[in-house]
């Protein structure tokens, strides 16, 4: 089992800035991938983007790219997710997910993450 445990969630202006962080118990193999996903009110989950710890590859969604960024603490099991210039369309609650043995393809499929976080939540205010 690996356990999640986000942080740093919270308020903040459009335009603003806010750093969530996602501790893993472990990592489960040497093709250990983490990703974020966040889901609004009433809308599915939807992925935001997702880094292989091998390597430390980043993909993000096109819906982020050049205003989130994804990083890792690889000595501390812990991934970061950036966001910078927030907009009330990023209001949702974010959750770190992490699994093993996923394919580039499917890095921004929910269903091929294990194990998830309970979630921390992320306001944009207009």
């Known amino acids: 089992q690996v356990q999640l445990v986000e942080s740093g969630g919270g308020l903040v202006q459009t335009g603003g800035s806010l750093r969530i962080s996602c501790v893993a118990s472990r990592r489960s193999s040497n093709n250990f991938a983490m990703a974020w996903f966040r889901q609004a009110p009433g809308k599915e989950r939807e992925f935001v983007g997702a880094?292989?710890?091998?390597?430390?590859?980043?993909y993000h969604a096109d819906s982020v790219k050049g205003r989130f960024s994804i990083s890792r603490d690889n000595a501390k099991n812990t991934m970061f997710l950036q966001m910078n210039s927030l907009k009330p369309e990023d209001t949702a609650v974010y959750y770190c997910?992490?699994?093993?043995?996923?394919?580039?393809?499917?890095?921004?499929?929910?269903?091929?993450?294990?194990?998830w976080g309970q979630g921390t939540q992320v306001t944009v205010s207009s």
């Open positions: 880094i292989r710890w091998s390597g430390g590859h980043t």
């Open positions: 997910a992490a699994g093993s043995g996923i394919i580039l393809s499917s890095l921004s499929s929910a269903r091929q993450y294990a194990y």
